[in-house]
């Protein structure tokens, strides 16, 4: 079964520094999609970005970087450049894109970031 | 293009009773997934509604059951309330709900149960 691991329950960074989130996921289908959401005190989850299993690069999105490591099964969002507004709840999701098409997210249990000026 | 309403915003009932939830997903969106959200358990996956058909379902009580109308828009309905029910519950919508498809959230409906 699918499963995503997030060891940092809550994580402090200085302004204007770059902060890792980790993510370590575990399936056994070879073909799977993963996901970072961002949930401020607000309680909306906004999407950020999207890593395919078989894509080549590593994703990014503006200030937002995935460093996917394949082989040790783990996706650690990157934001570079932290800002005030980032402070939130982030999760990591996955869902399985091969053996059964249309597999719900799984999401980790989150980290919670917060950014000190 | 407006993105996923959830209403109401925020509930308040007492145990025992029923609630009726309502999602409206991006137009043009034909996925619509609720999950509910609570500190102890985190992010759980309740079930998944595709052109008026539940096409997946979660480890839920049949106490929660929801729909989808024609034109994509959801409901979830929680019968006879018990205070453990109390939560945020999100609704995702996406195109398809298959594959590397995003889902987009709403911003949730809070529930508590007294």
């Known amino acids: 079964a699918q499963k995503i691991t997030q060891t940092q329950p809550g994580m402090f960074v200085q302004e204007k520094e770059a902060v890792t989130l980790d993510c370590t996921y575990d399936?056994?289908?070879?073909?799977?999609?993963l996901f970072w959401y961002k949930q401020p005190s607000s309680g909306e989850m906004i999407f950020l970005i999207y890593q395919g299993s078989y894509d080549q690069q590593n994703a990014t999105e503006g200030r937002y970087s995935l460093n996917f490591q394949k082989a040790r099964k783990s996706a650690n969002l990157v934001i570079s450049a932290s800002q005030l507004g980032d402070s939130a709840m982030y999760f990591c999701a996955m869902r399985e894109l091969g053996y059964s098409g249309n597999t719900p997210l799984v999401f980790g249990k989150g980290t919670r970031l917060s950014v000190i000026a | 293009k407006a993105g996923v309403t959830q209403t109401p915003r925020y509930l308040i009932k007492t145990r025992g009773q029923q609630v009726t939830l309502s999602c409206s997903p991006i137009s043009g969106h034909r996925s619509v997934s609720w999950y509910q959200q609570t500190p102890g358990q985190g992010l759980q996956f309740l079930f998944e509604?595709?052109?008026?058909?539940?096409?997946n379902k979660g480890n839920f009580p049949g106490r929660f059951s929801g729909r989808q109308f024609s034109n994509s828009r959801s409901e979830m309905n929680v019968s006879t309330l018990e205070l453990g029910d109390s939560a945020l519950y999100l609704c995702?919508?996406?195109?398809?709900?298959?594959?590397?498809?995003?889902?987009?959230f709403g911003p949730g409906t809070r529930l508590t149960v007294l």
């Open positions: 995702a919508s996406s195109q398809a709900g298959q594959g590397a498809d995003t889902q987009y």
């Open positions: 399936t056994s289908d070879p073909s799977y999609g």
């Open positions: 509604y595709f052109s008026e058909t539940q096409r």
